[in-house]
């Protein structure tokens, strides 16, 4: 499934905290994976005047025999660019399943690779996108450490607006279940900005109508081979609703599809998908639409 993935560092304490969660993408067919150091032009030319790259390469090395003791096969490479162009334009071109980046203090937009880069990976990729989200550890200046427990198979929860996009991205669903996913939460939200202004009175028709649909998700899993399948229908404002559950229900994956490319709007799989990424305690995969 995601048999090749990139990671993307920037050798901060951020980016270890993100490389030593990624064991639990083993669970799920990982087995290449490209650690990418992209460089802007500014960064690679104060690299060049300091004449030392050791404690550079000696820090990449350092991530690579962390992902190596997980069973994986490591290439690294650094490049120099749009750090996001160069993510989005590598995975493409060679084919990798999978993106992942990390999003530091619930923010996409405060730190240089694990903040506005991420979120222009995020907005831009046509590959899934895996968004880790780290925190500074207590007491301890520079030190991260991953929000969850990172145990990817154990708990996924799967947000939908029953769109098509949401439908494609229920498609990695079924495919995670095939892979050894232990349960499955799936999750509705009837968005209360939009309803309360005209259509409130039909909320009944709505949830029953909406229960039944996600029902039908349920069964198709089940047919998959899923052990256990919860479902939660909720009313509220879309991603505060979304990130309260991956919370109290120990989501450890979450999966909801997204516009991608640089959608503007309001849709619930566009901006609702982002605000989870910037919110979640668990890594959230956020699959593009097709195109």
């Known amino acids: 499934m995601f048999d090749r993935f990139i990671v993307a560092t920037d050798l901060s304490p951020a ?54 003791k997980y069973g994986l096969t490591v290439e690294t490479r650094t490049v120099v660019g749009i750090p996001k162009q160069e993510i989005i334009r590598i995975a493409a071109e060679e084919n990798y399943s999978l993106i992942v980046v990390g999003a530091q203090g619930r923010s996409l937009v405060k ?16 590959k899934p996108v895996l968004v880790v989200p780290v925190e500074k550890k207590q007491g301890e200046d520079n030190a991260c450490a991953p929000v969850s427990r990172c145990s990817f198979s154990d708990h996924v929860l799967f947000a939908t607006d029953f769109s098509l996009m949401a439908d494609n991205a229920f498609t990695y669903v079924e495919k995670l279940v ?47 081979g899923a052990p256990q399948i919860d479902i939660e229908l909720c009313y509220g404002v879309p991603f505060q609703e979304i990130a309260r559950l991956i919370l109290e229900r120990n989501a450890q994956l979450v999966v909801m599809g997204t516009q991608g490319r640089g959608f503007i709007g309001e849709f619930f799989l566009g901006s609702v998908s982002h605000n989870v990424a910037r919110h979640s305690v668990a890594p959230v995969l956020l699959i593009p639409g097709l195109r």
Not at 36 to 62: G, H, I, W
Not at 193 to 222: I, M, P, V, W, Y
């Open 15 to 68: 980016s270890f905290a993100v490389v030593g969660c990624l064991g639990g993408l083993k669970a799920y067919g990982a087995a290449q994976c490209l650690l990418l150091q992209c460089l802007s032009f500014s960064d690679a030319a104060s690299t060049a005047l300091s004449y030392n790259t050791e404690p550079l390469k000696e820090m990449l090395e350092q991530q690579e025999d962390i992902l190596a």
């Open 111 to 126: 730190e240089k690779l694990l903040g506005g880069v991420a979120y222009g990976v995020i907005t831009k990729s046509v």
């Open 178 to 224: 095939a892979y050894g996913a232990r349960k499955v939460t799936l999750v509705h939200v009837q968005d209360k900005t939009k309803l309360e202004k005209h259509l409130k009175a039909r909320l009944e028709e709505f949830n029953q109508q909406d229960l039944g649909r996600l029902e039908n998700l349920k069964q198709s899993l089940l047919k998959k």
